[in-house]
């Protein structure tokens, strides 16, 4: 069966940090990886990444992909408390548009 | 338009009441999607369609949910005798198709079933 794991669960850190947030999947046919960023409302597309090793970045998100140990991960350094939100990791696969959708991580960055 | 809209952004239905809820996705966008979001959950897929067909309806959770999306551009979920667990935030979103597997997603209807 298809999924998608994402670690850790929740996150509380001061703003300045940086955090590291993971991402594993198992699935059938890979097409690609997609980070989405959910505050109190619906989900905001971050990045979609298909090739491994190409680092895809927008200000102080970052986000790279593994397909040979199936994971990524998204970076964010020098954290604000605007980016307290859930992180949501989603994988296309098989020829069925429908993506798999991880848990969510959930940050919470205090100030 | 610039984005997917929903319609109504809320709705409180009574126990066996029927509701409809619209999804105007982002204009040329070929593939829809339904979701449904509990509070502190990840979405959970409900159906998809490519222009107007309905690809997969494997989450809908009962028969008494219904999508169409007869001209293949906007799209109602309804759903019948409403009951209070179908109380969530139902999220549309579109996806241009192709190699594009990136998903645009609306604000979300709030329903509450009393």
Not at chain 1, 15 to 42: H, I, M, P
Request: hydrophobic content about 35%; proline content about 4%; overall charge neutral.
């Amino acid at each position: 069966e298809d999924k998608v794991v994402q670690s850790p669960l929740s996150l509380v850190v001061h703003e300045g940090d940086t955090v590291t947030l993971n991402c594993s999947y198992e699935v059938t046919n890979f097409r690609s990886l997609l980070w989405y960023k959910q505050e109190k409302k619906a989900p905001t597309f971050l990045f979609m990444l298909t090739s491994s090793g190409i680092e895809k970045k927008s200000g102080r998100l970052s986000s790279i992909l593994d397909k040979k140990e199936l994971f990524s991960i998204l970076n964010i350094t020098a954290t604000q408390t605007g980016d307290s939100a859930v992180y949501l990791c989603a994988v296309a696969a098989g020829n069925n548009r429908k993506l798999i959708w991880g848990l969510g991580t959930s940050l919470a960055v205090n100030p | 338009g610039a984005g997917v809209s929903q319609s109504p952004r809320y709705k409180v239905a009574k126990r066996g009441q029927d509701v409809a809820l619209r999804c105007d996705p982002i204009s040329g966008h070929v593939s829809l999607f339904w979701y449904q979001q509990a509070l502190g959950q990840g979405p959970e897929f409900l159906t998809y369609f490519q222009n107007e067909a309905q690809l997969d309806k494997s989450g809908l959770p009962s028969d008494r949910f219904f999508a169409e999306r007869p001209e293949g551009s906007v799209s109602t979920l309804k759903i019948q005798r409403t009951q209070q667990e179908d109380s969530a935030v139902y999220l549309c979103a579109s996806s241009l198709g192709g190699d594009y597997y990136e998903q645009y997603f609306g604000p979300g209807t709030r329903l509450t079933v009393t």
